[in-house]
């Protein structure tokens, strides 16, 4: 049994960039898994709330079968 990769990507991802979204891609040839976490930041006023960043990632993300959003 071969060990699964899985990769941790945590941000704010506030706002999504296309940054976010090459690194993301670039994940899912170097790992099985990818991770991407959506952080708060209490101190911090977010341009888009955790719901819509959550969704622009699913959106993005969806063609992607070893990314999970959360």
Known sequence: MTAQR????PGTF?????????????????FDRIVVAI????????AFTT???LSQLRRVCSDMPNVEVG
């Open 6 to 9: 899985t990769a941790l990507f």
């Open 14 to 30: 506030d706002p999504l960039t296309n940054g976010h979204v090459d690194v993301i891609q670039r994940a899912t040839r170097l």
């Open 39 to 46: 952080g708060t930041n209490t101190g911090k006023r977010p």
């Open 51 to 53: 719901e819509e960043r």
